[in-house]
């Protein structure tokens, strides 16, 4: 990816330029999906980049990177609402070899600040790698207005500043269900870094809005820690859990997010993209395709 610099985010349309850094080319004969199997977060991680070719294809050296975990709920860890703490800090630790300059967790939690990565065990975890920070995001000033070209429901929207000034994006949530938008995966997961999240529930088509948000916001790389999976009462629990002892990832979210739904049965159903409306939007969008059926699929275990 050509370097921009910081300073083309100021003024300007600044959808069109985060689409430009968040779109490193596929290498030639990539898997679309990576899916792995196995028990520890830090074995399956490694072979997530292993199977895509290395952590070299996402992160250069110098390279500023924000990581965006689901760690926005003061729950236990067990209750699968949140990313697995092991899967952020493997991540960031790859990262950080690949001689990244730096390495921010981005979150927005829905209320209490450090209780929520207390609790769901990434404060604990991170502690381990201070060369990685976590910032909590929560005023204004932690976000810049950025236009949504292409939108349908969602056409302006405050985007975490720290984000539109990475080089690197990477995407790490929860598998989980959700009582409003089905489930709550990778397109899900990046209104965790907008101001103003409520809008989308209550003056906007949901769906619409998410689907929106994804031309915005593009991840490098969406990881679905399906370690743990929140079957039903999501997006907080408590509910039914699972342990699928999986991740998915790829470079398309709607890609990822369609294929993430063979992870477990959601809301008591096996589901489909037609099932998940924002899934379908985007891949109708222009950001991924969303018929598993025409993915192609690294199957490896860890």
Known sequence: MTAISRRTFVGGSLAAVAAFRYGRAFAAGEPDIVDVQGTDPSKMVAAVFAALGGIGKFVKKGDFVVLKPNAAFANPAEWGSTTHPQTVLAVAKACLEAKAKGVLILEFPQAKGEMCLKRCGLLEAMAALPAAKIKLLGSAGDFQKTEVKGGVSLKTTDVAKSLLSADVFISLPAAKAHYQSGVSFGLKNNMGLVFDRQIFHTALDLH???????????????????????????????????????????????????????????????MTPADVRHIELAGKAGLGEVDIAKLKVKKVSA
Not at 216 to 232: C, E, F, H, M, Q
């Open 208 to 270: 619409q809005a998410i689907a929106d948000l994804g031309l915005v916001v593009k991840p490098n790389l969406t990881i679905i820690d399906g370690t743990r999976a929140l079957l039903s009462n999501g997006p907080a629990g408590p509910g039914d859990t699972a342990t699928p002892g999986r991740m998915v990832a790829g470079r398309h979210s709607a890609s990822v997010d369609s294929y993430g739904l063979t992870l477990a049965k959601f809301n008591s159903k096996n």
